[in-house]
């Protein structure tokens, strides 16, 4: 696994530490203490639900200290394991600090032999479980990354080679640009793609994750030249060498399966932070769909009695760099609405790209009350559970606006999309689409979850007043 490659496995595994340690205690405490252990634990620590939400969270901390969600070329549950055996070792140490200088003797020790054995035990045993279940996924083509690779030439091959050799990896080739057309034979069963002019077409055309230079060091020019179209991209770009010359800002030296590759980041690149937003993704979602269930089945309702059928209207969209997907949202305008746009193109109210109108004549009367408190986004819920969007993110858009997309505007698909943001919370009818794209390019470049906190606090009070 490499960097930003794997953050659903991360998140998940976030979160089954979190649940199983949760498990652990509770299930130990009705073992130690019998149906009564509440009142145990209320006597010995005050408040068992305060003590169990911070031994969790401190818990997934010193697993994240031990390098346990860093991201990584090869795993083996030898080294997982003896990540696991040290994390443990340290959560002894704290834990048996806060009772002593919390002046809490009278916590069962037998109580503490078994827990901290039998986490070490069933946090491998269930990471393990986690880890061989999406190797096995990515081996069959699922939440796999596009990899182009500039440079045919025997360390370009070579590079392609390692990474085949290893489909649990989740990378998978397109194809080699090379302005040596008479390479193309020797790719074999790979694709000739171009020359390397043709980067910034084959990097629109097709779904492109990152961007592998293999080219001479001794070729900087043209290196950094190929780099800077896929920064202005939003790619990653890797440059596999046998060392590193030049320290150039925002890279990274990492390893795959034993070969130094360095990493030219553009964007956000906190792996960590990122795993934590897509767990966030993960549990608000499926908590919203569960929690908000009536109200969306009256939303159902509403639209089934005011329009008729169908109900969830669906739309292609463009989502991380360049994915296409199924957007679902309650209906809100009459069926034949997406027939009826391309004769309105003249009353667009928005300068650029995308498509707006205040007083849109295609929206149904409730579609209109739908609109006004944003509950016809709700059903967003699900992409975002499904993976293709986030809570918070650039707005996502249409194929024939991507299609019209100035190279500048491009980046904006280096993040997932979300169903609020910047563009939403700061200038919702801004009618320059161009200050929507430079909101979605400051979210990218600021982007923390203190800051995803920041958006949605401002966007749930301005959707339930209406604003």
């Not at 008479?182 to 390397?196: D, M, N, Q, V």
């Not at 669906?314 to 009826?340: C, I, N, P, W, Y």
């Not at 391309?342 to 929206?363: C, I, T, W, Y």
């Amino acid at each position: 696994m490499i960097r930003r490659h794997g953050s659903e496995l991360r998140a998940l595994l976030a979160l089954a530490d979190a649940a199983l340690v949760i498990a652990l205690l509770l299930v130990l405490s009705y073992w130690r203490f019998g149906p009564d252990w509440p009142t145990w634990w209320r006597q010995s620590l005050g408040d068992p639900a305060l003590f169990v939400g911070l031994y969790a969270v401190t818990w997934i901390f010193v697993l994240a200290l031990n390098g346990l969600y860093r991201p990584r070329a090869r795993w083996s549950l030898r080294s997982e394991a003896r990540d696991v055996l040290r994390a443990t070792a340290t959560m002894v140490v704290i834990t048996l600090s806060v009772l002593f200088l919390a002046h809490l003797p009278d916590v069962s020790r037998l109580f503490l032999v078994v827990l901290f054995p039998s986490q070490a035990l069933a946090t491998i045993a269930i990471r393990g479980a986690l880890r061989i279940g999406f190797e096995w996924l990515r081996e069959r083509g699922y939440n796999v990354r596009y990899v182009v690779i500039v440079g045919a030439g025997a360390r370009g091959r070579a590079f392609a080679t390692q990474i085949e050799a290893h489909r649990s990896l989740g990378l998978r080739i397109l194809g080699f640009l090379d302005d040596d057309p008479e390479k193309a034979p020797s790719l074999g069963r790979w694709s000739y793609l171009g020359k390397f002019d043709d980067l910034q077409t084959v990097l629109h055309d097709r779904v492109v994750d990152e961007v592998a230079i293999c080219l001479p060091f001794k070729e900087w020019d043209r290196i950094d030249a190929l780099a800077a179209v896929c920064e202005e991209e939003g790619k990653i770009v890797r440059l596999p060498m046998d060392a590193v010359e030049r320290t150039i800002a925002r890279a990274h030296l990492e390893e795959l399966d034993g070969v130094p590759v360095f990493s030219l980041i553009s964007g956000p690149d906190r792996t960590a932070s990122l795993a934590a937003k897509r767990a966030i993704d993960i549990a608000s979602a499926a908590a919203g769909l569960v929690l908000l269930s009536p109200l969306l089945v009256t939303c159902a309702l509403a639209v089934a009695i005011d329009d008729g059928t169908p109900i969830l209207f669906r739309q292609g969209r463009v989502g991380l760099h360049g994915r296409h997907f199924s957007m679902v949202k309650f209906r809100s305008m009459t069926r034949d609405a997406e027939t009826a746009r391309a004769s309105m193109r003249d009353r667009n109210e928005l300068h650029g790209q995308a498509f707006k109108m205040a007083d849109d004549p295609r929206v149904t009367a409730v579609g209109r009350w739908l609109r006004r408190f944003s509950l016809d986004e709700l059903p967003q819920l699900w992409n975002v559970l499904w993976g293709q969007m986030s809570l918070v993110g650039p707005r996502p858009p249409l194929p024939d606006e991507v299609a019209e997309y100035d190279l500048w505007q491009r980046r904006r698909l280096s993040m997932k999309p979300g169903i609020t943001g910047l563009w939403q919370v700061r200038g919702r009818r801004d009618p320059d689409f161009n200050n929507w794209v430079a909101a979605d390019l400051e979210y990218i470049d600021r982007w923390s979850l203190m800051l995803d906190f920041r958006i949605l606090a401002r966007t749930i009070p301005a959707a339930l007043q209406g604003r």
